[in-house]
C-alpha cells in the first residue's frame, strides 16, 4: 500500500498570499496524482489531476507540480473562498486507492 | 449534466443491516468505476472500494473487505454500498464518486454524501 502524508497539517495565510501544500509518499511513482479541496459540509471536488492538470472550472491560481515521492500543490494569491480542506489521493498502486491526511488552509 | 444522487441519512442499531444507493446520470453508467469513500466525522477521506457496472468488477480496500459489499443495478444506473452488521464504528459520511475513465482512478464527480450513524 503506498501511503500518502500531507504536510503541514494546517495552513494559515493572509488573502493574497502564496500557499504551498506538500503531499509525499511511501513509494514512488510517475504522475498518478490527484488533489482535491473540501468545504465544511461538500463534498470533495477535484482540482488537479496526473499531478498538473487542471480540473474543468478550476481557477489558474490553483497548480500542482512533483513526481515521484514529492508532490506539491500551489494556491497562488489566496482568496477567501479557498478555505478548505485539502487532500491528494494516488491512483498509480490499487487496490488500495489512497488518501492524503490532508491540509487545512486557513485565512 | 453528470449527477450522483445519495439517500438520506440513516440511524441504525449495532447488529442491523443497511444498504445506502447513489443514483447517477448524465452519463453512461457502465462505462465509467464509481468508487465508495467513508469519512468519519472531523477526519479524512478513505477509500473503501470501486466497482466497474460494466461487468460488476469490485475491488476493496484491505481496510473494508469482507465489511461491506458493494453492488451496481445496471437498469437503474445505481450503485450500491451495504453493510449485513452495523458496527458503531461505522458512524460517518459515506460518498459516491464517478471515477474519471481509462485508468485514471480518480474521482471527477461526486455525491452529496450520506451520513450513516450507528448508536444503541
Known amino acids: 500500500e503506498i501511503v500518502m502524508t500531507q504536510y503541514p497539517a494546517t495552513l494559515s495565510v493572509s488573502p493574497g498570499e502564496r500557499a504551498t501544500l506538500s503531499c509525499r509518499a511511501s513509494q514512488t511513482f510517475s504522475r498518478d496524482l490527484a488533489w482535491y479541496q473540501q468545504k465544511p459540509g461538500q463534498a470533495p471536488r477535484l482540482l488537479i489531476y496526473s499531478a498538473s492538470t487542471r480540473a474543468t472550472g478550476v481557477p489558474a491560481r490553483f497548480s500542482g507540480s512533483g513526481s515521484g515521492t514529492e508532490f506539491t500543490l500551489t494556491i497562488s494569491s489566496l482568496q477567501p473562498e479557498d478555505s478548505a480542506i485539502y487532500y491528494c489521493?494516488?491512483?498509480?498502486?490499487?487496490?488500495?486507492?489512497?488518501f492524503g491526511g490532508g491540509t487545512k488552509v486557513e485565512i | 449534466e453528470v449527477q450522483l444522487v445519495q439517500s438520506g441519512a440513516e440511524v441504525k442499531k449495532p447488529g442491523e443491516s443497511l444498504k445506502i444507493s447513489c443514483k447517477t446520470s448524465?452519463?453512461?453508467?457502465?462505462?465509467?468505476?464509481i468508487g465508495w469513500v467513508r469519512q468519519v466525522p472531523g477526519k479524512g477521506l478513505e477509500w473503501m472500494g470501486i466497482?466497474?457496472?460494466?461487468?460488476?468488477?469490485?475491488r476493496y480496500s484491505p481496510s473494508f473487505q469482507g465489511q461491506v459489499s458493494i453492488s451496481a443495478d445496471k437498469s437503474t444506473t445505481t450503485a450500491y454500498l451495504q453493510w449485513s452488521s452495523l458496527k458503531a464504528s461505522d458512524t460517518a459520511i459515506y460518498f459516491c464518486a464517478k471515477s474519471y475513465g481509462g485508468y485514471s482512478y480518480y474521482f471527477d464527480y461526486w455525491g452529496q454524501g450520506t451520513l450513516v450513524t450507528v448508536s444503541s
Open positions: 466497482i466497474y457496472p460494466g461487468d460488476s468488477d469490485t
Open positions: 448524465g452519463y453512461t453508467f457502465t462505462d465509467y468505476w
Open positions: 489521493q494516488q491512483y498509480n498502486k490499487w487496490p488500495p486507492l489512497t
